[in-house]
């Protein structure tokens, strides 16, 4: 089984490390080493940048060590690899992961506390790599954790973004974007490959040809070359036997492009674009979950895929020359959502154009080597890019894609002959006023397997998104629920959890979070029950001094620590969250005594800066925030707290102190989620809907220890049907009229009435598209049973006990694991 897989290939991982032999004394040495001869300052001068930068060399030293002998071990064994392609990988930092990996954390510490240093002053200089948008990107991160950790061959491919996501301040309640330069004073773990550089063609012109044979040949006259730059990211497993690579390609002028080739006929003039190469791997598009739709986001798409494909078969040929009859036994490549599926038409091209195989040869090459996970349903997020744009980016690429079309369009005729209504909607082309390519359907058809990433997104994409797919191919759509890597969700997070856990139960959990499940046994047992909520009051109170680092407001940390952490989204419902706030202030302002909980509301949120509402509603909070905050009637009771910047580094100090995790998405619109993951890991109780992962969880957990409320995906889906009016309820509930109508006085905006205005639109005028009053009552019904459980300390304490100890599936080497043996079928290799 998926189970068996993983723990083999990571079983008892913990100790069993080359390095421990690295001594104390060798890595101070190390790293005074790097400090004189790489940074060329000295122990006295050195300041905690120079520190970090002397101490990510030492640690480099050992890295590309291991990745040597692990590029020499993969290429003697011929091993077959999954190539991950991703336009986002949210790395967060490495310093800290890459020694819990090599089991040199508490070394390396105390050899910096000889020094006079504190290790965890010189990990905060790390800027976080930040090339990604939110869970889709930070998905990517965990799988290359533990596609190294459990010794499968795997490269991740992406892009070498200048900037990363924004970097975001509030001024004024209002969120503002500043660039991101997470190289700017360069970075201690990359390193460039010039010797692997490729180029790549865009715009131009086909030129079809008559062979000899009568074949027809095209010929693709490029208007523009650009080169493609790799820059290795070395991926280290834990246990540190492994040493995988993140491929990212960073664009640049291609020097001797001699624009002379093609100034005949004048047609340089018409086809040549002129793009400024450096731009298109400059910055990442601060979207989650919609499409840029811009020219240059179909650049930086096609850019990395063309480079990947090219390198994938650089050494493909260096291992098996012109032989192509086992191009799809070596490579499988996992396209990360359709951001890749360019990809497709892209090693088309190369097979037949290049290659010279036949159409049918190179589309079963193709459609062995690909397979597509989805990531949503959100049609705003499906991507489809206007045939038009394709065309003059990549006129060859358009070709190609209408010969797959009418290829495929073929086989749907002979399964359902004369239904033109089945072919309109699983066409690849859109015939709407402007064609459009569909690069799901694009994906679907040229992957040999596609997967959703959580039981019920699966069913929903088999079901709603593409079920004549499923008619048409059964068995090819498939679900992988994702999953974390506990290494840095965990262990590197949470140290005082973690050394209590080791005490409980021992150090194997790491590489096989299952064992977890042993902490059950002492869930009741009030000593333990005592120490587990002692780590997470320290834990808050850290939290506590870092929210007074970071906003001047001072928390009470015996109250409960509420936290919703995530990119800021409609769907995601944060206002669903602030209105249930407001209505718990009103409650106070009315009735004094009226029993609850003090409790501490903490956001982390960034909005994509073209996205009003989203922003509104980050507005909204922090000016809910500031009179809450300032209202002495109430401030010793409730407390509202909106962290600026969230990011993966941020995330890892937020987590480990949450009492409770609000996973509050519509019913059928988030697809998994996997901050509900760390949360519930970390000893957080979900209150949360029956969306995407969470119904896993609860089931994991069971229903005690899960505030569980709202419509299920049936009911959203008929009330829908039936007629959704938010006036319904607003006429109904006086708490929720009264809620929304504040929202439009000048309370929380003094001097500004109407500044709020457009959030009780979008929940009643606007039709409140993701039914928030539907399943306000239900939300402020668990809120009331989530209050009273906490009054229980010990129900509390057993509750968070249970969530950390029922984890064990949601580790992202079950995913993997899974991805294994239902798609990829990799074998893992041992690096001695
Ligand atoms: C997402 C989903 O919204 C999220 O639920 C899921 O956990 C994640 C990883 O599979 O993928 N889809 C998506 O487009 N983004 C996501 O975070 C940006």
Excluded at 11 to 24: H, L
Excluded at 43 to 52: G, I, Y
Excluded at 149 to 171: S, V
Excluded at 732 to 744: P, Q, R, Y
């Amino acid at each position: 089984t998926a189970k068996e897989t993983a723990r083999k290939s990571t079983k008892a991982k913990s100790a069993d490390t080359s390095s421990i032999t690295y001594s104390k004394a060798q890595i101070k040495q190390s790293i005074v080493k790097h400090l004189h001869s790489t940074l060329g300052t000295d122990e006295n001068k050195a300041n905690n940048h120079a520190w970090w930068k002397a101490t990510s060399a030492a640690m480099q030293e050992l890295v590309l060590e291991r990745l040597r002998t692990t590029q020499k071990t993969h290429y003697i064994n011929d091993t077959r690899a999954v190539h991950y392609f991703s336009a986002e990988f949210l790395m967060g930092r490495l310093l800290s992961n890459n020694m819990h990996n090599f089991n040199l954390f508490e070394t390396a510490d105390a050899a910096l506390k000889e020094l006079g240093v504190e290790l965890t002053d010189v990990l905060e200089e790390e800027p976080d790599m930040a090339l990604g948008n939110g869970g889709l990107g930070r998905l990517a991160a965990c799988f290359l954790d533990s596609l190294a950790t459990m010794d499968l061959p795997a490269i991740g491919y992406g892009i070498h973004y200048e900037h990363g996501l924004f970097r975001q301040e509030i001024k004024n309640g209002a969120q503002i974007e500043r660039p991101d330069s997470w190289r700017h004073y360069g970075n201690p773990w990359e390193i460039c490959r010039p010797e692997s550089i490729q180029e790549v063609p865009l715009f131009g012109y086909v030129e079809t040809k008559y062979g000899a044979n009568g074949r027809v040949k095209k010929e693709w006259h490029p208007g523009n070359i650009v080169k493609g730059v790799p820059w290795d990211i070395p991926i280290v497993g834990y246990g540190a036997k492994t040493v995988n690579v993140l491929r990212l390609w960073q664009s640049e002028s291609s020097d001797y492009f001699n624009w002379d080739v093609f100034n005949s006929g004048g047609y340089v003039d018409a086809q040549r674009e002129n793009i400024q190469a450096e731009t298109i791997s400059k910055v990442l598009y601060p979207n989650d979950e919609t499409r840029a739709g811009k020219e240059l986001r179909l650049i930086q798409q096609y850019f990395f895929c063309a480079c990947s494909l090219k390198d994938i078969i650089r050494r493909y040929k260096r291992a098996h020359g012109d032989d192509w009859s086992r191009f799809s036994e070596q490579v499988v490549i996992q396209l990360n959502d359709t951001h890749p599926a360019i990809a497709i038409p892209e090693l088309m091209r190369i097979l037949v154009d290049r290659v010279e195989l036949d159409w049918d040869t190179a589309w079963g090459i193709c459609t062995k080597t690909f397979a597509y996970t989805n990531h949503t349903l959100l049609p705003e997020a499906l991507e489809r890019w206007p045939v038009r744009m394709i065309e003059k980016i990549l006129p060859r690429h358009i070709e190609i894609i209408y010969e797959i079309n009418h290829r495929f369009l073929s086989l749907v005729e002979k399964k359902w002959p004369g239904n033109n209504v089945i072919k309109a909607k699983l066409s690849i082309i859109e015939e709407s006023t402007e064609k459009m390519v569909r690069m799901g359907n694009l994906s679907v058809v040229g992957s040999f397997a596609v997967n959703g990433v959580a039981e019920i997104h699966s069913k929903l994409v088999k079901e709603n998104l593409f079920p004549e797919f499923e008619a048409l191919w059964p068995g090819k759509l498939k679900n992988v629920t994702n999953g974390i890597t506990p290494r840095r969700w965990l262990k590197a997070c949470n140290p005082l959890l973690s050394e209590l856990i080791g005490k409980k139960i021992g150090n194997d959990w790491p590489s096989d979070l299952t064992r977890l499940n042993k902490l059950s046994e002492f869930a009741d047992n009030t000593t333990f029950q005592n120490q587990f909520m002692k780590v997470k009051q320290k834990n808050k109170e850290a939290l506590a001094a870092e929210i007074k680092h970071l906003t001047g407001i001072s928390v009470d940390t015996k109250a409960i620590f509420d936290i919703q952490i995530k990119r800021l989204h409609e769907y995601k419902r944060q206002h669903l969250n602030l209105i249930h706030i407001m209505a718990l202030y009103k409650r106070l302002l009315e009735d004094p005594s009226y029993d609850m909980h003090p409790r501490v509301f903490i956001f982390g949120a960034k909005a994509a800066p073209g996205y009003t509402l989203a922003k509104d509603i980050i507005f909204a909070i922090n000016k809910v925030a500031d009179k809450i905050n300032n209202d002495p009637r109430v401030n010793h009771i409730i407390k509202v707290v909106f962290l600026p910047n969230y990011r993966v580094s941020l995330a890892e100090k937020m987590i480990p102190a949450a009492d409770v995790s609000q996973q509050i998405s519509t019913a059928g619109k988030e697809a998994s989620g996997t901050g509900n993951m760390k949360l519930a890991l970390n000893g957080a109780i979900t209150i949360g809907t029956l969306d995407g992962a969470n119904i896993e969880i609860a089931e994991e957990v069971g229903d005690d220890n899960i505030f569980i409320f709202g419509m299920t995906v049936d009911e959203v889906t008929e009330l829908s049907k039936k007629g959704y009016n938010p006036f319904d309820i607003y006429y109904h509930n006086n708490e929720v009229k009264a809620v929304l109508d504040w929202l439009d006085t000048d309370y929380f905006t003094p001097g500004q009435p109407g500044a709020l205005s457009s959030l009780k639109n979008s929940m009643l005028s606007g039709g409140d598209p993701y039914m928030c009053l539907a399943d306000y009552e239900s939300y402020s019904e668990a809120n009331r049973a989530l209050n009273i459980a906490y009054r229980d300390k010990s129900r509390w304490a057993k509750m968070a006990i249970l969530n950390t100890a029922k984890m064990g599936k949601f580790t992202s080497d079950r995913s993997i694991a899974d991805y294994v043996e239902r798609i990829w079928k990799l074998t893992p290799c041992t690096v001695e």
